[in-house]
Protein backbone atom coordinates (compact mmCIF):
# COMPACT_ATOMS: atom_id res chain seq x y z
CA UNK A 1 0.00 0.00 0.00
CA UNK A 2 2.83 2.37 1.06
CA UNK A 3 4.39 1.49 -2.53
CA UNK A 4 1.14 2.84 -4.11
CA UNK A 5 1.18 6.37 -2.32
CA UNK A 6 4.34 6.76 -3.15
CA UNK A 7 3.88 6.22 -6.58
CA UNK A 8 1.88 9.62 -6.15
CA UNK A 9 4.81 11.91 -5.04
CA UNK A 10 7.05 10.39 -7.56
CA UNK A 11 4.36 11.31 -9.94
CA UNK A 12 3.95 14.37 -8.24
CA UNK A 13 7.91 15.32 -8.42
CA UNK A 14 7.84 14.01 -12.41
CA UNK A 15 4.92 15.58 -14.17
CA UNK A 16 3.74 18.03 -11.37
CA UNK A 17 0.50 16.33 -10.40
CA UNK A 18 0.33 16.85 -7.06
CA UNK A 19 -2.23 14.64 -5.33
CA UNK A 20 -1.24 14.82 -1.54
CA UNK A 21 -4.39 13.33 -0.29
CA UNK A 22 -2.51 10.20 -1.74
CA UNK A 23 0.99 10.27 -0.68
CA UNK A 24 0.57 12.52 2.41
CA UNK A 25 -0.71 10.61 5.50
CA UNK A 26 -2.16 13.76 7.17
CA UNK A 27 -3.87 14.70 4.12
CA UNK A 28 -5.39 11.38 3.21
CA UNK A 29 -7.12 11.41 6.66
CA UNK A 30 -8.72 14.96 6.07
CA UNK A 31 -9.79 13.63 3.15
CA UNK A 32 -11.32 10.21 4.30
CA UNK A 33 -12.51 11.91 7.26
CA UNK A 34 -14.76 14.58 4.87
CA UNK A 35 -15.77 12.05 2.25
CA UNK A 36 -16.95 10.00 5.43
CA UNK A 37 -18.74 12.80 6.43
CA UNK A 38 -20.00 14.02 3.40
CA UNK A 39 -21.17 10.03 3.47
CA UNK A 40 -22.99 10.19 6.63
CA UNK A 41 -24.39 13.21 6.50
CA UNK A 42 -26.46 12.37 3.19
CA UNK A 43 -27.68 9.55 5.00
CA UNK A 44 -29.07 11.02 7.84
CA UNK A 45 -30.82 13.49 5.51
CA UNK A 46 -31.75 10.60 3.16
CA UNK A 47 -33.29 8.87 6.14
CA UNK A 48 -35.19 12.24 7.98
CA UNK A 49 -36.48 13.54 4.91
CA UNK A 50 -37.76 10.38 3.91
CA UNK A 51 -38.99 10.07 7.06
CA UNK A 52 -40.62 13.48 6.90
CA UNK A 53 -42.26 13.22 3.47
CA UNK A 54 -43.68 9.82 4.74
CA UNK A 55 -45.57 11.59 7.78
CA UNK A 56 -46.31 14.81 5.72
CA UNK A 57 -48.17 13.10 3.15
CA UNK A 58 -50.31 11.14 5.82
CA UNK A 59 -50.85 14.61 7.46
CA UNK A 60 -52.07 16.30 3.99
CA UNK A 61 -54.35 13.80 3.33
CA UNK A 62 -56.23 14.79 6.78
CA UNK A 63 -59.38 16.12 6.82
CA UNK A 64 -58.99 18.91 9.21
CA UNK A 65 -58.33 21.62 6.88
CA UNK A 66 -55.54 23.51 9.03
CA UNK A 67 -53.27 20.50 9.23
CA UNK A 68 -53.58 20.20 5.44
CA UNK A 69 -52.77 24.24 4.98
CA UNK A 70 -50.00 23.84 7.72
CA UNK A 71 -48.48 20.75 5.62
CA UNK A 72 -48.68 23.01 2.06
CA UNK A 73 -47.24 26.23 4.31
CA UNK A 74 -44.52 24.23 4.77
CA UNK A 75 -43.80 22.79 1.39
CA UNK A 76 -44.32 26.05 -0.63
CA UNK A 77 -42.05 28.25 1.90
CA UNK A 78 -39.16 25.48 1.33
CA UNK A 79 -39.84 24.57 -2.28
CA UNK A 80 -39.06 28.42 -3.00
CA UNK A 81 -36.68 30.06 -0.94
CA UNK A 82 -32.91 29.11 -1.25
CA UNK A 83 -31.37 26.25 0.92
CA UNK A 84 -28.36 28.16 1.97
CA UNK A 85 -30.45 30.86 3.21
CA UNK A 86 -32.78 28.77 5.10
CA UNK A 87 -29.29 26.89 6.37
CA UNK A 88 -28.19 30.31 7.30
CA UNK A 89 -31.25 30.93 8.83
CA UNK A 90 -31.33 28.11 10.65
CA UNK A 91 -27.45 27.83 12.29
CA UNK A 92 -27.49 31.41 12.90
CA UNK A 93 -31.16 32.35 13.68
CA UNK A 94 -32.53 29.69 15.40
CA UNK A 95 -29.25 28.27 16.43
CA UNK A 96 -28.51 31.51 18.84
CA UNK A 97 -31.83 31.26 20.48
CA UNK A 98 -31.36 28.18 21.41
CA UNK A 99 -29.84 27.41 25.37
CA UNK A 100 -26.23 27.14 25.32
CA UNK A 101 -25.10 23.60 27.80
CA UNK A 102 -21.53 23.50 29.17
CA UNK A 103 -19.41 21.52 27.45
CA UNK A 104 -16.37 18.98 28.88
CA UNK A 105 -13.81 21.74 29.58
CA UNK A 106 -16.43 23.85 31.56
CA UNK A 107 -17.06 26.31 28.99
CA UNK A 108 -20.23 26.66 26.82
CA UNK A 109 -20.98 25.66 23.09
CA UNK A 110 -23.88 25.65 21.74
CA UNK A 111 -26.73 22.78 22.57
CA UNK A 112 -26.89 21.90 18.13
CA UNK A 113 -23.37 21.72 16.47
CA UNK A 114 -23.41 22.74 12.71
CA UNK A 115 -23.26 18.95 11.47
CA UNK A 116 -26.68 19.10 13.01
CA UNK A 117 -27.92 21.93 11.79
CA UNK A 118 -27.02 20.96 8.45
CA UNK A 119 -28.83 17.63 8.87
CA UNK A 120 -31.96 19.36 9.77
CA UNK A 121 -32.13 21.98 7.55
CA UNK A 122 -31.35 19.94 4.39
CA UNK A 123 -33.72 17.00 5.92
CA UNK A 124 -36.32 19.70 5.90
CA UNK A 125 -35.55 21.17 2.43
CA UNK A 126 -35.64 17.40 0.75
CA UNK A 127 -38.67 16.44 2.23
CA UNK A 128 -40.86 19.06 0.87
CA UNK A 129 -40.17 17.98 -1.64
CA UNK A 130 -40.72 14.01 -0.76
CA UNK A 131 -44.17 14.72 0.80
CA UNK A 132 -45.05 15.61 -2.62
CA UNK A 133 -43.73 12.81 -4.51
CA UNK A 134 -45.27 10.61 -1.76
CA UNK A 135 -48.72 12.30 -2.03
CA UNK A 136 -48.36 11.54 -6.11
CA UNK A 137 -47.86 7.60 -4.97
CA UNK A 138 -50.72 7.76 -2.77
CA UNK A 139 -53.42 9.24 -5.28
CA UNK A 140 -52.33 6.57 -7.47
CA UNK A 141 -53.41 3.80 -5.06
CA UNK A 142 -57.01 3.70 -5.91
CA UNK A 143 -60.26 3.99 -3.97
CA UNK A 144 -61.32 0.46 -4.20
CA UNK A 145 -58.39 -0.45 -2.78
CA UNK A 146 -58.89 1.41 0.03
CA UNK A 147 -61.86 0.41 0.91
CA UNK A 148 -61.65 -2.79 0.54
CA UNK A 149 -58.77 -2.45 3.38
CA UNK A 150 -61.96 -0.51 5.31
CA UNK A 151 -64.14 -3.26 4.89
CA UNK A 152 -61.65 -6.12 6.77
CA UNK A 153 -61.82 -3.63 9.30
CA UNK A 154 -58.26 -2.02 9.11
CA UNK A 155 -57.63 1.34 11.41
CA UNK A 156 -56.89 4.38 8.85
CA UNK A 157 -53.21 4.26 10.15
CA UNK A 158 -53.29 0.64 9.28
CA UNK A 159 -54.53 1.00 5.98
CA UNK A 160 -51.55 3.79 5.27
CA UNK A 161 -48.71 2.10 6.73
CA UNK A 162 -49.62 -2.05 4.91
CA UNK A 163 -51.84 -1.10 2.20
CA UNK A 164 -51.31 2.14 0.76
CA UNK A 165 -47.75 3.35 1.27
CA UNK A 166 -46.02 0.15 -0.05
CA UNK A 167 -48.27 0.06 -3.13
CA UNK A 168 -47.23 4.19 -3.68
CA UNK A 169 -43.65 4.06 -2.14
CA UNK A 170 -42.92 1.21 -5.82
CA UNK A 171 -44.69 3.92 -7.72
CA UNK A 172 -42.60 6.90 -6.22
CA UNK A 173 -39.29 5.13 -6.46
CA UNK A 174 -37.98 7.09 -9.74
CA UNK A 175 -39.51 10.58 -8.77
CA UNK A 176 -37.93 9.75 -5.03
CA UNK A 177 -34.25 9.05 -6.64
CA UNK A 178 -34.08 12.41 -8.47
CA UNK A 179 -35.03 14.09 -5.29
CA UNK A 180 -32.37 11.89 -3.42
CA UNK A 181 -29.49 12.06 -5.89
CA UNK A 182 -30.51 16.00 -5.48
CA UNK A 183 -29.84 15.78 -1.91
CA UNK A 184 -26.68 14.19 -2.08
CA UNK A 185 -25.50 17.27 -4.52
CA UNK A 186 -26.86 19.71 -1.87
CA UNK A 187 -25.01 18.65 0.85
CA UNK A 188 -22.18 21.04 -0.20
CA UNK A 189 -23.90 23.96 1.42
CA UNK A 190 -22.73 22.27 4.41
CA UNK A 191 -19.44 23.91 3.39
CA UNK A 192 -20.71 27.43 4.38
CA UNK A 193 -21.40 26.80 7.78
CA UNK A 194 -17.83 24.57 8.30
CA UNK A 195 -19.13 21.28 8.70
CA UNK A 196 -16.04 19.23 7.67
CA UNK A 197 -17.43 17.20 4.48
CA UNK A 198 -15.72 16.74 1.58
CA UNK A 199 -15.93 20.25 -0.29
CA UNK A 200 -14.37 21.54 2.98
CA UNK A 201 -11.85 19.12 3.24
CA UNK A 202 -10.74 19.53 -0.36
CA UNK A 203 -10.73 23.62 0.18
CA UNK A 204 -8.30 22.80 3.45
CA UNK A 205 -6.16 20.66 0.85
CA UNK A 206 -5.92 23.39 -2.13
CA UNK A 207 -5.88 25.90 0.53
CA UNK A 208 -2.31 24.00 1.95
CA UNK A 209 -0.51 22.94 -1.41
CA UNK A 210 -2.11 25.48 -4.04
CA UNK A 211 -3.36 22.73 -6.82
CA UNK A 212 -6.68 23.82 -7.00
CA UNK A 213 -6.96 21.94 -10.29
CA UNK A 214 -6.04 18.59 -9.67
CA UNK A 215 -8.08 18.53 -6.16
CA UNK A 216 -11.64 20.38 -8.57
CA UNK A 217 -11.13 17.54 -10.78
CA UNK A 218 -11.04 14.88 -7.59
CA UNK A 219 -13.99 16.34 -6.40
CA UNK A 220 -15.96 16.33 -9.89
CA UNK A 221 -15.30 12.73 -9.95
CA UNK A 222 -15.77 11.88 -6.48
CA UNK A 223 -19.19 13.52 -6.50
CA UNK A 224 -19.71 11.77 -9.60
CA UNK A 225 -18.99 8.85 -7.94
CA UNK A 226 -20.94 9.10 -5.13
CA UNK A 227 -24.14 9.72 -7.20
CA UNK A 228 -23.51 6.61 -9.69
CA UNK A 229 -23.56 4.23 -6.42
CA UNK A 230 -26.90 5.93 -4.99
CA UNK A 231 -28.59 5.60 -8.70
CA UNK A 232 -27.20 2.38 -9.37
CA UNK A 233 -27.95 1.16 -5.49
CA UNK A 234 -31.91 2.40 -5.81
CA UNK A 235 -31.88 0.91 -9.57
CA UNK A 236 -31.40 -2.55 -7.86
CA UNK A 237 -33.90 -1.70 -5.26
CA UNK A 238 -36.33 -0.64 -7.49
CA UNK A 239 -35.90 -4.02 -9.56
CA UNK A 240 -35.69 -5.74 -6.09
CA UNK A 241 -39.33 -4.36 -5.28
CA UNK A 242 -41.06 -4.60 -8.47
CA UNK A 243 -44.14 -7.02 -8.40
CA UNK A 244 -44.68 -8.89 -11.15
CA UNK A 245 -48.38 -7.67 -13.15
CA UNK A 246 -48.21 -3.96 -10.58
CA UNK A 247 -47.18 -0.73 -11.92
CA UNK B 1 -48.82 -3.22 -20.63
CA UNK B 2 -52.16 -1.48 -19.61
CA UNK B 3 -55.35 -3.22 -18.78
CA UNK B 4 -58.57 -2.05 -18.53
CA UNK B 5 -60.53 -3.26 -15.95
CA UNK B 6 -63.04 -1.80 -13.37
CA UNK B 7 -60.92 -2.23 -10.38
CA UNK B 8 -57.45 -1.15 -11.12
CA UNK B 9 -54.72 -2.29 -9.28
CA UNK B 10 -53.12 0.89 -9.66
CA UNK B 11 -54.39 4.57 -11.35
CA UNK B 12 -51.51 5.96 -13.95
CA UNK B 13 -49.39 8.39 -11.70
CA UNK B 14 -49.31 12.03 -12.03
CA UNK B 15 -46.48 14.04 -10.57
CA UNK B 16 -48.12 16.53 -8.18
CA UNK B 17 -47.89 19.54 -8.22
CA UNK B 18 -47.80 21.65 -4.80
CA UNK B 19 -51.36 22.76 -3.59
CA UNK B 20 -51.59 27.18 -3.29
CA UNK B 21 -50.88 27.86 -0.08
CA UNK B 22 -53.87 29.51 1.30
CA UNK B 23 -54.52 30.89 -2.38
CA UNK B 24 -51.85 33.47 -1.00
CA UNK B 25 -51.81 36.22 -3.50
CA UNK B 26 -48.74 38.74 -4.15
CA UNK B 27 -50.19 41.10 -1.91
CA UNK B 28 -50.95 38.79 0.90
CA UNK B 29 -46.48 38.87 1.44
CA UNK B 30 -46.83 42.46 2.82
CA UNK B 31 -48.93 41.46 5.99
CA UNK B 32 -47.61 37.85 6.68
CA UNK B 33 -43.36 40.11 6.21
CA UNK B 34 -44.69 42.74 8.28
CA UNK B 35 -45.88 39.90 11.34
CA UNK B 36 -42.41 37.43 10.73
CA UNK B 37 -40.18 40.68 11.05
CA UNK B 38 -42.09 42.90 13.68
CA UNK B 39 -42.81 39.83 15.98
CA UNK B 40 -39.24 38.90 17.04
CA UNK B 41 -38.14 42.83 17.15
CA UNK B 42 -41.28 43.68 19.69
CA UNK B 43 -40.39 40.64 21.75
CA UNK B 44 -36.56 42.22 21.62
CA UNK B 45 -37.77 45.78 21.70
CA UNK B 46 -39.49 46.47 25.22
CA UNK B 47 -35.76 46.76 26.86
CA UNK B 48 -34.22 48.59 24.23
CA UNK B 49 -34.72 52.04 25.08
CA UNK B 50 -31.04 53.53 23.28
CA UNK B 51 -30.41 51.16 20.60
CA UNK B 52 -32.93 51.10 17.81
CA UNK B 53 -35.27 48.19 17.52
CA UNK B 54 -34.30 45.01 15.06
CA UNK B 55 -37.50 46.81 12.94
CA UNK B 56 -35.81 49.59 12.45
CA UNK B 57 -32.30 48.87 12.09
CA UNK B 58 -33.60 46.14 9.23
CA UNK B 59 -35.85 49.41 7.67
CA UNK B 60 -32.37 51.13 7.54
CA UNK B 61 -30.57 48.33 5.36
CA UNK B 62 -33.84 47.50 3.32
CA UNK B 63 -32.22 49.35 0.60
CA UNK B 64 -28.85 48.35 0.20
CA UNK B 65 -30.66 44.55 0.61
CA UNK B 66 -32.75 45.16 -1.75
CA UNK B 67 -30.06 46.38 -4.15
CA UNK B 68 -27.96 43.43 -3.34
CA UNK B 69 -30.76 40.81 -4.61
CA UNK B 70 -31.57 43.03 -7.91
CA UNK B 71 -28.25 41.83 -8.48
CA UNK B 72 -28.82 38.29 -7.58
CA UNK B 73 -31.24 38.47 -10.56
CA UNK B 74 -29.15 39.66 -13.25
CA UNK B 75 -26.62 36.97 -12.19
CA UNK B 76 -30.12 34.33 -12.86
CA UNK B 77 -30.76 36.32 -15.63
CA UNK B 78 -27.72 36.33 -17.31
CA UNK B 79 -26.64 32.82 -16.25
CA UNK B 80 -29.95 31.41 -17.78
CA UNK B 81 -29.19 33.10 -21.14
CA UNK B 82 -26.17 31.65 -21.46
CA UNK B 83 -26.86 28.64 -20.05
CA UNK B 84 -30.00 27.88 -22.28
CA UNK B 85 -27.91 28.96 -25.23
CA UNK B 86 -25.33 26.57 -24.68
CA UNK B 87 -27.67 24.27 -23.06
CA UNK B 88 -29.85 24.08 -26.67
CA UNK B 89 -27.05 23.32 -28.72
CA UNK B 90 -25.70 20.78 -26.43
CA UNK B 91 -29.22 18.86 -25.94
CA UNK B 92 -29.50 18.91 -30.06
CA UNK B 93 -26.14 17.70 -30.03
CA UNK B 94 -27.60 15.12 -28.12
CA UNK B 95 -30.23 13.81 -30.85
CA UNK B 96 -27.62 14.23 -33.95
CA UNK B 97 -27.77 11.67 -36.22
CA UNK B 98 -23.58 11.26 -35.99
CA UNK B 99 -22.71 9.01 -32.97
CA UNK B 100 -19.42 10.53 -31.21
CA UNK B 101 -21.48 14.09 -31.49
CA UNK B 102 -24.02 12.08 -29.51
CA UNK B 103 -21.98 10.29 -27.51
CA UNK B 104 -19.66 12.96 -26.59
CA UNK B 105 -23.23 15.92 -25.49
CA UNK B 106 -24.36 13.06 -23.64
CA UNK B 107 -21.32 12.85 -21.34
CA UNK B 108 -20.69 16.65 -21.26
CA UNK B 109 -24.42 16.58 -20.05
CA UNK B 110 -24.14 13.66 -17.27
CA UNK B 111 -20.99 15.30 -16.05
CA UNK B 112 -22.45 18.44 -15.37
CA UNK B 113 -25.88 17.47 -14.33
CA UNK B 114 -24.40 14.63 -11.75
CA UNK B 115 -21.83 17.93 -10.09
CA UNK B 116 -23.52 19.69 -7.53
CA UNK B 117 -23.67 23.30 -7.96
CA UNK B 118 -21.44 24.89 -5.52
CA UNK B 119 -18.84 22.63 -6.67
CA UNK B 120 -18.86 23.81 -10.24
CA UNK B 121 -19.48 27.31 -8.85
CA UNK B 122 -16.02 26.98 -7.39
CA UNK B 123 -14.93 25.24 -9.97
CA UNK B 124 -15.58 28.73 -12.52
CA UNK B 125 -14.09 30.66 -9.21
CA UNK B 126 -10.91 29.47 -9.46
CA UNK B 127 -10.05 27.96 -12.70
CA UNK B 128 -10.76 30.90 -14.60
CA UNK B 129 -7.91 33.65 -15.40
CA UNK B 130 -9.16 36.85 -13.93
CA UNK B 131 -8.31 38.30 -17.13
CA UNK B 132 -7.13 37.11 -20.69
CA UNK B 133 -5.38 39.05 -23.35
CA UNK B 134 -6.63 38.37 -26.45
CA UNK B 135 -3.90 40.16 -29.36
CA UNK B 136 -2.58 42.71 -26.41
CA UNK B 137 -6.14 43.25 -25.70
CA UNK B 138 -6.78 42.64 -21.92
CA UNK B 139 -10.43 41.41 -20.76
CA UNK B 140 -11.06 41.35 -17.33
CA UNK B 141 -13.21 38.46 -15.48
CA UNK B 142 -14.86 40.20 -12.50
CA UNK B 143 -15.96 37.97 -10.01
CA UNK B 144 -19.79 37.71 -11.14
CA UNK B 145 -18.93 37.13 -14.37
CA UNK B 146 -17.12 34.36 -13.26
CA UNK B 147 -19.61 33.71 -11.20
CA UNK B 148 -22.00 33.61 -14.25
CA UNK B 149 -20.39 31.23 -15.84
CA UNK B 150 -20.32 28.90 -13.15
CA UNK B 151 -23.43 29.06 -12.92
CA UNK B 152 -24.46 28.91 -16.40
CA UNK B 153 -22.59 25.68 -16.42
CA UNK B 154 -25.45 22.92 -14.81
CA UNK B 155 -28.15 25.31 -15.96
CA UNK B 156 -26.26 24.47 -19.81
CA UNK B 157 -26.41 20.17 -18.92
CA UNK B 158 -30.24 20.51 -17.37
CA UNK B 159 -31.68 22.27 -20.74
CA UNK B 160 -29.56 19.43 -22.44
CA UNK B 161 -32.20 17.73 -20.74
CA UNK B 162 -35.04 19.30 -21.11
CA UNK B 163 -34.41 19.82 -25.20
CA UNK B 164 -33.72 16.04 -25.94
CA UNK B 165 -37.05 15.04 -23.57
CA UNK B 166 -38.99 17.59 -25.48
CA UNK B 167 -37.80 16.47 -28.83
CA UNK B 168 -38.23 12.73 -27.85
CA UNK B 169 -41.64 12.63 -26.51
CA UNK B 170 -43.21 14.13 -29.71
CA UNK B 171 -44.26 11.19 -31.50
CA UNK B 172 -41.98 9.38 -34.05
CA UNK B 173 -44.93 9.75 -36.46
CA UNK B 174 -44.16 13.86 -36.80
CA UNK B 175 -40.55 12.91 -38.07
CA UNK B 176 -41.97 10.12 -40.48
CA UNK B 177 -44.36 12.87 -41.65
CA UNK B 178 -42.10 15.37 -42.44
CA UNK B 179 -39.67 12.84 -44.21
CA UNK B 180 -42.29 11.92 -46.75
CA UNK B 181 -42.97 15.22 -47.20
CA UNK B 182 -39.19 15.60 -48.73
CA UNK B 183 -37.90 17.48 -45.61
CA UNK B 184 -34.38 17.92 -45.07
CA UNK B 185 -33.65 16.99 -41.41
CA UNK B 186 -32.59 20.47 -40.53
CA UNK B 187 -36.08 21.70 -42.15
CA UNK B 188 -38.39 19.03 -40.27
CA UNK B 189 -35.95 20.27 -36.88
CA UNK B 190 -36.54 23.83 -37.35
CA UNK B 191 -40.17 23.74 -39.15
CA UNK B 192 -41.92 21.02 -37.09
CA UNK B 193 -39.74 19.38 -34.47
CA UNK B 194 -38.79 22.57 -32.39
CA UNK B 195 -42.07 24.76 -32.92
CA UNK B 196 -44.05 22.17 -31.01
CA UNK B 197 -41.10 21.36 -28.11
CA UNK B 198 -41.13 25.16 -27.01
CA UNK B 199 -44.22 24.54 -25.12
CA UNK B 200 -42.79 21.91 -24.08
CA UNK B 201 -40.37 23.22 -22.86
CA UNK B 202 -41.57 26.09 -21.30
CA UNK B 203 -42.58 25.01 -17.72
CA UNK B 204 -39.63 22.62 -17.02
CA UNK B 205 -37.81 25.72 -18.44
CA UNK B 206 -39.06 28.11 -16.05
CA UNK B 207 -39.13 25.67 -13.41
CA UNK B 208 -35.19 25.49 -13.94
CA UNK B 209 -35.05 29.32 -13.56
CA UNK B 210 -36.47 29.27 -9.92
CA UNK B 211 -33.57 26.95 -8.74
CA UNK B 212 -31.16 28.78 -10.42
CA UNK B 213 -32.75 32.22 -8.76
CA UNK B 214 -32.18 30.45 -5.57
CA UNK B 215 -28.94 28.71 -6.73
CA UNK B 216 -27.53 32.55 -6.94
CA UNK B 217 -27.07 33.03 -3.16
CA UNK B 218 -24.28 30.29 -3.58
CA UNK B 219 -22.12 32.85 -5.10
CA UNK B 220 -21.70 34.65 -1.56
CA UNK B 221 -19.93 31.72 -0.82
CA UNK B 222 -17.25 32.39 -3.11
CA UNK B 223 -16.87 36.05 -2.24
CA UNK B 224 -19.19 37.98 -5.05
CA UNK B 225 -21.53 40.66 -3.20
CA UNK B 226 -24.77 39.56 -3.50
CA UNK B 227 -27.88 39.80 -1.03
CA UNK B 228 -26.33 37.21 1.51
CA UNK B 229 -22.47 38.61 1.51
CA UNK B 230 -24.68 42.17 2.00
CA UNK B 231 -26.81 40.90 4.69
CA UNK B 232 -23.16 39.47 6.52
CA UNK B 233 -22.21 42.50 6.16
CA UNK B 234 -25.08 44.42 7.65
CA UNK B 235 -25.09 42.23 10.33
CA UNK B 236 -21.47 42.41 11.37
CA UNK B 237 -21.81 46.48 10.70
CA UNK B 238 -24.31 46.38 13.50
CA UNK B 239 -22.19 44.90 16.02
CA UNK B 240 -23.32 41.04 15.73
CA UNK B 241 -26.64 41.78 18.09
CA UNK B 242 -28.21 38.53 18.18
CA UNK B 243 -31.68 39.65 18.17
CA UNK B 244 -30.91 41.06 14.56
CA UNK B 245 -30.22 37.58 13.17
CA UNK B 246 -33.70 36.30 12.31
CA UNK B 247 -35.21 39.56 10.98
CA UNK B 248 -32.39 39.65 8.33
CA UNK B 249 -32.42 36.22 7.55
CA UNK B 250 -35.96 36.24 7.78
CA UNK B 251 -36.12 39.04 5.46
CA UNK B 252 -33.64 37.52 2.58
CA UNK B 253 -35.83 34.29 3.20
CA UNK B 254 -39.23 36.53 1.95
CA UNK B 255 -37.66 37.96 -0.63
CA UNK B 256 -36.79 35.05 -2.39
CA UNK B 257 -40.20 33.54 -1.59
CA UNK B 258 -41.97 36.60 -2.86
CA UNK B 259 -39.85 36.04 -6.48
CA UNK B 260 -40.09 32.55 -6.85
CA UNK B 261 -43.37 31.66 -5.76
CA UNK B 262 -45.71 33.42 -8.12
CA UNK B 263 -43.21 32.00 -10.65
CA UNK B 264 -44.00 28.80 -9.52
CA UNK B 265 -47.78 29.28 -9.41
CA UNK B 266 -47.29 30.39 -12.98
CA UNK B 267 -45.38 27.22 -14.07
CA UNK B 268 -48.08 25.04 -12.34
CA UNK B 269 -50.47 26.96 -14.76
CA UNK B 270 -49.06 26.41 -17.78
CA UNK B 271 -48.42 23.07 -17.22
CA UNK B 272 -52.03 22.54 -16.78
CA UNK B 273 -52.44 24.48 -19.62
CA UNK B 274 -49.92 23.02 -22.19
CA UNK B 275 -50.69 19.47 -20.80
CA UNK B 276 -50.99 16.65 -23.54
CA UNK B 277 -54.40 14.83 -23.22
CA UNK B 278 -53.73 10.86 -24.07
Redesign the interface.
Known amino acids: MEFFFDWFRVLYDETGINLPFLYDSYDRNRMVNGFLTTIWLSLVCLFFSVIIGVIGAWLQGSSFKWT ?2 IV ?2 Y ?3 F ?8 L ?2 FY ?3 G ?2 LPKVENDWGGQSPLLGSFAWAAISLSFFAGAFNV ?2 F ?3 I ?4 K ?2 VEAAEALGFSKLMIYRDITLP ?1 AFR ?2 LP ?1 LNNNL ?1 NLV ?5 A ?2 IAVPEM ?1 YEA ?1 QI ?1 SDNVN ?2 EM ?1 IF ?2 LA ?2 AL ?2 VLVSGMNRWERAMKIP ?3 | MTYKTDLPVMLPVTPREAEPFLRLSLWHAIPIAAVCIVGPSLAFAADGIAILSPLAVLANWAPLLLKGFVFNLVISISAMGLGTAAGAMLGLGQISPNRAMRGSSWFVTQFFRNAPWLVLLFFAMFLLPFEISILGLKIPFPDWFKAILGLSLPVMANVSEIVRGAVNSLPSGQWEAAESLAYTRRQTLWLIILPQCVKRMLPPWMNLYAILTMATVLASIVGVSEVMTLTGRALSAEGGRPELLAPFYGFVLLLFFAYCYPIARFTVRLEKKFSVIT
Open positions: RRNGIQIRNTPPLVQYFFAITLEIRSGEAVPSTLVVAVKTTTLYALNWVTMLLYFVGGYG
